[in-house]
Structures are given as structure tokens and as C-alpha cells.
T-cell receptor, first 119, second 109 residues
Framework: GAVVSQHPSWVICKSGTSVKIECRSLDFQATTMFWYRQFPKQSLMLMATSNEGSKATYEQGVEKDKFLINHASLTLSTLTVTSAHPEDSSFYIC???????????????FGQGTRLTVV | GQNIDQPTEMTATEGAIVQINCTYQTSGFNGLFWYQQHAGEAPTFLSYNVLDGLEEKGRFSSFLSRSKGYSYLLLKELQMKDSASYLCAAMDSNYQLIWGAGTKLIIKP
């Protein structure tokens, strides 16, 4: 159990266009979802934390208007990279946490990641 | 501030044992995680420690000392497929994960 599916796995888009990445918890309800980006040979950088039904909390330095996060249901969160530029090319990873107080509640389950290339 | 330190890279021989250390400083503490990440893939969960001591899970074991802000991941009977980055992450009082930069483990035949 505890599977998180992220789609697409990779995407190439033109500079100036927008890209939407979906993160779904397949067999559990995720109260909290996290969005990370990772540059080559670097660790995960938390971009934002989203709780179902409320606005996402963005980390310092992350542009809210550029990286739109929607967590409309307990099984789906989306990250939209608006007006993408080559510097936005990165590996984007989501993770989800149950938030139900169960023994595995503290564990974050990761999606497969999305490799975004902006040309 | 909050900080996680772990070595950048380690090299070990197939069949041997390797210990990857991690020290942490966080605002509050709700556990220490170890993840394995192969190149181009998302991290996969290895272990979670919230109490002091050693947790053994097959070839992998993880140790925690809260008083020292220290953890290690021990990998036994190394296999070539264990070549990966190993990420240490501490959970703070707000249940946020603070990530280390990862330790790249290179396994040689």
C-alpha cells in the first residue's frame, strides 16, 4: 500500500508555455502533499507544502505565481509551472503523507518524479 | 538554524560493509529518515528512527543517538545495486523534513 503516482514522468515544453504535473495517492488519503525540485547532484529542495482544501505554503524564494499548487482533494495535488523558462528545467518530485495519526503517518511516500526540460 | 551533514561521497567494495554517518540540528525532532535514491529516480524509503538505538532491517540497519544529534546507516554484504545516493532527513517540530545533500555511494567489484 501507500503508492503515490506522479504524471508525467518526463515532459519537454517550449519556453513561455505552462506545464501541469499531477501527484496522486492511489491507495490512501493524503492530508498533506509536498513538492520538491532537485537539480543534478543536489539534494531535494522543498518548494511548498499543500494541505487539502487550503492554500499551499511556499518556501522562501519560491514564486507563488510561477509555481501554482492546487490540492483540491485528498488524493490529488497539482503543480503548474507557468511561463516556463530553461532555468526551470529540473526534476520535480511530490510526496504525500497520510496525516491520520497512524503508525506510518510520519512517513512521506514519494511519486516517481517528473523530469521537466524547457527548450 | 537547521542543518544536516553527511559525507558527499563514499567508496566501498562489493561484499563489504559501509557506514554512512549523518549529524543533524533541527528545531525540535520527530524522527530521522534514510532514503535511497538512484540517479534519475525518486527517493525510496529505507528506515525511520525516532528512539535511540539500532533498527535492523535485512542488510540495512540504522542507528540514532538523539543526545548527539547523530545517525548512521549501515549497509552489509554490499551489492553493486547498492550504488546510489543515500539521503538523511530529520523531521522537525513542524513535521517538516530537513534534507541532507546526500551521500553518493560507489560500489567497486
Amino acid at each position: 500500500g501507500a503508492v503515490v503516482s506522479q504524471h508525467p514522468s518526463w515532459v519537454i515544453c517550449k519556453s513561455g508555455t505552462s506545464v501541469k504535473i499531477e501527484c496522486r495517492s492511489l491507495d490512501f488519503q493524503a492530508t498533506t502533499m509536498f513538492w520538491y525540485r532537485q537539480f543534478p547532484k543536489q539534494s531535494l529542495m522543498l518548494m511548498a507544502t499543500s494541505n487539502e482544501g487550503s492554500k499551499a505554503t511556499y518556501e522562501q524564494g519560491v514564486e507563488k505565481d510561477k509555481f501554482l499548487i492546487n490540492h483540491a482533494s485528498l488524493t490529488l495535488s497539482t503543480l503548474t509551472v507557468t511561463s516556463a523558462h530553461p532555468e526551470d528545467s529540473s526534476f520535480y518530485i511530490c510526496s504525500a503523507r497520510r496525516g491520520d495519526g497512524s503508525p506510518s503517518d510520519t512517513e512521506a511516500f514519494f511519486g516517481q518524479g517528473t523530469r521537466l526540460t524547457v527548450v | 538554524g537547521q542543518n544536516i551533514d553527511q559525507p558527499t561521497e563514499m567508496t566501498a567494495t562489493e561484499g563489504a560493509i559501509v557506514q554512512i554517518n549523518c549529524t543533524y540540528q533541527t528545531s525540535g525532532f520527530n524522527g530521522l529518515f534514510w532514503y535511497q535514491q538512484h540517479a534519475g529516480e525518486a527517493p525510496t524509503f529505507l528506515s525511520y528512527n525516532v528512539l535511540d538505538g539500532l533498527e535492523e532491517k535485512g542488510r540495512f540497519s540504522s542507528f540514532l543517538s538523539r543526545s548527539k544529534g547523530y545517525s548512521y546507516l549501515l549497509l552489509k554484504e554490499l551489492q553493486m545495486k547498492d550504488s546510489a545516493s543515500y539521503l538523511c532527513a530529520a523531521m522537525d517540530s513542524n513535521y517538516q523534513l530537513i534534507w541532507g545533500a546526500g551521500t553518493k555511494l560507489i560500489i567497486k567489484p
